[in-house]
Every structure is written in C-alpha cells, then in structure tokens.
C-alpha cells in the first residue's frame, strides 16, 4: 500500500484547490486505486486488506492524519449520501463506493474487470 499523508496538506496548498469535492476527485484520479480511509476504521483496515490480498497496491489517503481531513469526510458523505464516510474507493477515479459496494462487486465477479481496465490488476 502507498500511503499518502507527508505531503499532503502541501501538494493542495500548492495547487489551490478550495473545493473538498474537486480534492477528492483530483487525488482520486491521479491513482488506479484511491482509497479515502481512517487509520482506526476496521472496515478501512479490511478493504485495504482485500486489495493487498489480491496483488493490488491502492494509495491511501488516511483522513484522520490530515488537516484538511474534516472537510474532505464531509464532502464524501455528500458524495455517497450515507452517514459514514469511509472506507471510500475509487477504481480508475471512478467512485466505486463504500465497503457494501466493494464487497458485492467482489463477490459478484465485477471487481477483478475493473482492476485490470485502471491497470492495477495484471492477471
């Protein structure tokens, strides 16, 4: 996994990105596989568990560590339309969804196509 948290609060300062929501789509855009998560979330730990069990190396984005963490949660509860934020994935900077999401294109066959097609998946 690809932790992004260092240089975080100067990678948005230097682009001038105001907007949580166009954050959200810009970091989520510049990876494969984005997951936007809490660092004391089980459910968090079990998606990046299921992606690293399958030879995936999603960068995540731990929102608790970062400053501007707050504002982003907000902006993905208003993106899903759910009370909980995290875990959040995107596949190719497409909005996937939530741990339900993940788990039912897991189980449903769905997951391993989109992996392959951002080009995070091989096999």
Known sequence: ??????????YMSSRSVSDPLERVERLASENAVVIFSMSTCCMCHAIKRLFC????????YELDEDPRGK???????NLLGTPSAVPVVFIGGKLVGAMDRVMASHIN???VPLLKEAGALWL
Request: a negative charge.
């Open 53 to 60: 069990g399958m030879g995936v190396n999603p960068t995540v």
């Open 109 to 111: 066959g769905t997951l």
């Open 1 to 10: 996994m690809h932790y992004q948290t260092e240089s975080w609060g100067s």
């Open 71 to 77: 504002e982003m949660e907000k902006a993905l509860v």
